[in-house]
């Protein structure tokens, strides 16, 4: 495999725009049949999109974190879907930045910048809660470990080379095990069934005693033992997909409204469009999602600016921006999206046109994790200055 290797944040955000453009097109016909993207995913890789936050002494763009928020927003205004499946790639990217030996970095940075891929394999269905995870790295008399459990949304894993997968070790700390997708042991089950994100294929990963090298396991629990941004990089991009669902969801509205909708009658205007209630409606829902964006650059700023001497203070700064972008984002996703309808009129709740992949996108992808936990960290910390937690979700 081979990929072009960006050089810029200005060569990123122009690719990223041109590939928006280009998965824009078929984003309907591809949720409505669940044809999952596999030639898309391709194409991002190609691009060299996927190894931007790649280090400069690695060869890589080394792009900040508004750059990578502006290029989930793009992706994310055109298929929810799609932008959600990289997500996962760019949190274990920054978990061999952060944990990996040299020897690790090189090796997996050179993966990347050929253009292969890392998926996702760390929530767990039926245990206690989300960090409840029960997988175990067991250790074999020459230094190697099994690895032996089932991982459930599991988005970008079948798509992916690599598949970082969350276990515990015998020490019960926290370790990722970078897994071939073809490992012995390991099968990637396509039973995603989501209302919406429906092509994120976000199924269940198996792992049937999987051999895994030595040097193939990071140990990510020391990620939180000081301060840190894995959580506030992870949440800015989920927030940048909701941004970008919202977006994508009032553009659709406002060319739906201009081209096919019919004046209330009592408008007395010629055209939908020239309604001053569906005007002031719009004006509303523009200046949500101008917030969200707002909130969603902030954020990113702050987490860049955190990276510089990262102390205690700035990661928690970092976390409460991003705690802030996230919820605003998701509320503005599903509102935006819900509201496409009750300005579109009757005609745009036809299954055909398939204009509620919007909404069905934005409510299942803000189901991720709860934006009332990130206002009560909000609230603590304004008022009492408690920071937030070291737990990877903030």
Known sequence: MSAHVIVDDAEALAVAATLAEEFRAGASARDAERRLPHAEVDRLSASGLLAVTVPAAHGGADVGALTLAEIFRLLASADGSLAQIPQSHFVYVNVVRRQGTEEQRKFFFAEVLAGRRFGNAQSEAGTRHVQDIRTRLTPRPDGS?????????????????????????????????????????????????????????????????????????????????????????????????????????????????????????????????????????????????????????????????????????????????????????????????????????????LDSLNLHRHWRDARTHTLHDPARWKIQHIGRYVLNGTRPPRHGLL
Do not use: C, N
């Open 145 to 349: 470990y099994v690895l032996t459990g089932v991982k459930h949304y599991a988005t970008g894993a079948l798509f992916a080379d690599w598949i970082p997968v969350l276990a515990r070790a015998e020490d019960d700390e926290l370790h990722v095990a970078y897994v071939p997708r073809d490992a012995p042991g390991l099968s990637v089950i396509d039973d995603w069934d989501g209302m919406g994100q429906r092509t994120t294929a976000s199924g269940t990963v198996r792992l049937d005693a999987v051999p895994v090298p030595a040097d193939r396991v990071l140990p990510h629990h020391l990620t939180f033992r000081g301060p840190q941004l894995h959580g506030a990089v992870a949440q800015l991009l989920h927030a940048a997909i909701d941004t970008g669902i919202a977006g994508g969801a009032l553009a659709e509205a406002a060319a739906f409204v201009r081209t096919k909708s019919r004046p209330w009658f009592e408008s007395g205007t010629e055209t939908a469009a020239e309604d001053p209630l569906l005007i002031q409606r719009f004006g509303e829902l523009a200046l949500r999602v101008r917030a969200s964006e707002a909130l969603l650059r902030e954020a990113a700023r702050t987490v860049d600016a955190a990276h510089t001497g990262l102390t205690d203070d700035s990661a928690a700064e970092a976390s409460i921006a991003v705690a802030a972008a996230k919820a605003h984002a998701a509320d503005t996703a599903v509102e935006v999206a819900g509201a496409l309808f009750e300005v579109a009129g009757t005609r745009s709740a």
